[in-house]
């Protein structure tokens, strides 16, 4: 598919300022937003002549703090309402952010924010625990409440408080996992998630929240699902900063290809979620050289979905971060990858193209030489 990386930088921009999604904030939040993105910001000002060569370093760069601030504000002033809404219930609740924003590889300026609603009225534990053989969690009174039901009640009980505090909100409870909540008075969109924690082995042993588990509920089968939400940002995290933050730039790069792919009608399932797990396992010295060689992490980003591309039987090994399962548990993800892969081939070799204008690169050597061709290049700040 013919690619028009003029509409491409347009999009990138209009992402990353928020003005692509300027419906989903309240009113008199949007002339901030308009304002703020009339400034040009720092990758906008490199390599003005050579458009392929600005998106891609651009795809790679954090959002600007001042959006994040306001998404995580939003987040906080959300909980506090259905925390004071909870109690009257007689539901005791604390919250907790997960997902993109926390990690910092969002890529847009109104994005979504994902708020746990954390049940405190409802533990589970793994009755293996060192904690539970010790008899930590004892209690001579059995409870008959289940997961099931009680996330039912948070469920219901939240999204009556979310429609009577917001009632100039959009509070879509079509969901399975979450309800969502966007205009009305809020700066940003909201998604809130009913869960509860769960204790397992490694938290008994640890007692430090990265390890502790939440249990949410997908009410569209119904079931709940265990996630290791902090472990995930923790392990990315470290690993992001060991490298120089090479990571979280490859995975926004990813993110960025994606979803203007999507924009422009080609079909990718592969979870934000799954690339960054995906891109943890990628080349970590290569991610490191990135930060004095910028382009690097195109040229490791494309490097490793090609082996992925090329070898299914090695990439559905690759477990994410937090070690709970395989990345590629559907066949949908690994084809998702596979598009995703080829969208990156093709936005190096053009990198490639603007980086050494004369370069000879012989048929079948496509990739290689283009990967070589911007492995050194330093572009001006």
């Known amino acids: 598919m013919a690619r028009n990386i003029g509409n491409r930088l347009t999009k990138l921009e209009?992402?990353?300022?928020?003005?692509?999604?300027?419906?989903?904030?309240?009113?008199?939040?949007?002339p901030d937003i308009i304002t703020k993105s009339l400034q040009a910001e720092s990758w906008q000002g490199r390599a003005r002549s050579q458009s392929y060569t600005r998106y891609a370093l651009g795809a790679m760069q954090e959002v600007g703090p001042d959006y994040t601030r306001i998404s995580i504000e939003t987040a906080q002033r959300v909980g506090a309402q259905l925390k004071s809404g909870l109690e009257t219930a007689g539901i005791s609740a604390e919250f907790r952010l997960q997902g993109s924003?926390?990690?910092?590889?969002?890529?847009?300026?109104?994005?979504?924010?994902?708020l746990l609603t954390l049940d405190l009225g409802l533990l589970t534990y793994s009755t293996m625990g060192a904690l539970s053989m010790r008899g930590g969690y004892y209690s001579s009174v059995p409870?008959?409440?289940?997961?099931?039901?009680?996330?039912?009640?948070?469920?219901?009980?939240?999204?009556?408080?979310?429609?009577?505090r917001y009632p100039a909100a959009t509070v879509d409870t079509s969901g399975g996992k979450a309800i969502s909540v966007s205009g009305g008075s809020l700066a940003r969109p909201v998604d809130v998630v009913p869960s509860h924690w769960h204790d397992g082995h490694e938290y008994q042993l640890s007692q430090q929240e990265h390890d502790r588990a939440v249990t949410i509920l997908n009410k569209k089968v119904p079931e709940t699902i265990d996630n290791l939400p902090f472990l995930h940002i923790k392990r990315v995290g470290e690993r992001c900063d060991s490298v120089f933050g090479g990571l979280r730039k490859a995975i926004r790069l990813c993110k960025n290809v994606?979803?203007?792919?999507?924009?422009?009608?080609?079909?990718?399932?592969f979870p934000s979620f799954d690339?960054?797990?995906?891109?943890?396992?990628?080349?970590?010295?290569?991610?490191?050289?990135?930060?004095?060689?910028?382009?690097?992490?195109?040229?490791?980003?494309?490097?490793?979905?090609?082996?992925?591309?090329?070898?299914?039987?090695?990439?559905?090994?690759?477990?994410?971060?937090?070690?709970?399962?395989?990345?590629?548990d559907t066949q949908e993800k690994y084809e998702g990858m596979?598009?995703?892969?080829?969208?990156?081939?093709?936005?190096?070799?053009?990198?490639?193209?603007?980086?050494?204008p004369?370069?000879?690169?012989?048929?079948?050597?496509?990739?290689?030489?283009?990967?070589d061709a911007i492995w050194s290049v330093q572009v001006p700040s």
């Open 14 to 30: 209009q992402r990353r300022k928020g003005t692509d999604r300027l419906t989903r904030v309240a009113q008199d939040s949007r």
């Open 101 to 114: 924003v926390p990690l910092n590889v969002h890529i847009r300026g109104v994005s979504d924010v994902d």
């Open 143 to 164: 409870t008959p409440k289940t997961s099931i039901g009680e996330l039912f009640k948070l469920r219901v009980e939240a999204e009556k408080i979310l429609k009577n």
């Open 258 to 269: 994606k979803a203007d792919a999507i924009e422009e009608g080609t079909a990718i399932n």
């Open 275 to 328: 690339i960054a797990a995906t891109m943890y396992h990628a080349d970590q010295d290569a991610l490191k050289v990135g930060s004095f060689y910028e382009l690097r992490i195109l040229g490791e980003v494309q490097r490793f979905l090609d082996v992925l591309f090329h070898n299914e039987t090695y990439a559905k090994t690759l477990r994410v971060p937090d070690g709970s399962r395989i990345i590629f």
């Open 338 to 356: 596979k598009r995703l892969s080829v969208e990156i081939d093709d936005l190096m070799k053009e990198v490639a193209k603007e980086q050494v």
């Open 358 to 371: 004369f370069l000879h690169i012989p048929i079948g050597q496509e990739l290689t030489k283009s990967r």
